[in-house]
């Protein structure tokens, strides 16, 4: 299946000058979510979490929890989860904004793969990751569908760690 050909490029969203990689399409299709989450199923060795970036993350990362027989944590945007929270600020491509996931949620020393749709400059996938290792678990592994290659974002991981992109864009 060639998922790039489905991901739709929609300009100036959500701001002048950005270029939007859509992939509701993807998931409209009756075999994109089944055909995302098995590339990554096959990719990753047995972890014991997928932490899923809302919101698109969410979609993604709760199939490949099932699919892979693994918990599922979610890293939310600001005062949506109950309880102690883990809370870090980042940069976007467009922005800044600040990410929280719940204290204790993981296991300490647990093995966790990051999932989002896309990876563009990096702050977002960074910043998950601190909350993690703020949690005492550790970064096995990130997942995206799309890597916007140009922005570099992957410099801003850890590069001993195994990132796989399903689909790249070089401009
Ligand atoms: P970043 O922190 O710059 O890697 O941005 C990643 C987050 O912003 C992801 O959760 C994406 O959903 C979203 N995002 C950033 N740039 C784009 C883009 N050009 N197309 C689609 N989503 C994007």
Redesign the pocket.
């Known amino acids: 299946m060639d998922l790039k050909a489905i991901i739709r490029d929609v300009p100036d969203f959500p701001k002048p000058g950005?270029?939007?990689?859509?992939i509701m399409p993807l998931l409209a299709h009756p075999q994109g979510l089944a055909t995302i989450v098995a590339r990554f199923a096959d990719a990753f060795d047995r972890v014991d979490y997928i932490v899923g970036?809302e919101s698109?993350?969410f979609i993604i990362g709760a199939p490949l929890a099932l699919q892979i027989g693994c918990g599922f944590v979610p890293v939310r945007k600001p005062n949506k989860l109950p309880g102690k929270v883990h809370a870090i600020d980042?940069s976007?491509?467009?922005g800044t904004d600040r990410l929280e996931m719940q204290a204790g949620i993981l296991a300490p020393e647990a093995q966790v793969l990051i999932i989002?749709?896309?990876?563009?400059?990096?702050?977002?996938?960074a910043a998950t990751s601190r909350l993690v290792e703020q949690a005492g678990a550790r970064v096995a592994g990130y997942g995206f569908v799309?890597e916007?290659d140009f922005?570099r974002?992957r410099e801003k991981l850890n590069p001993a760690v195994p990132i796989v992109s399903l689909v790249s864009y070089q401009k």
């Open positions: 950005i270029m939007f990689r859509d970036i698109r993350g980042y976007l491509e467009y989002d749709d896309v990876i563009a400059t990096g702050g977002t996938a799309v916007l922005l974002g």
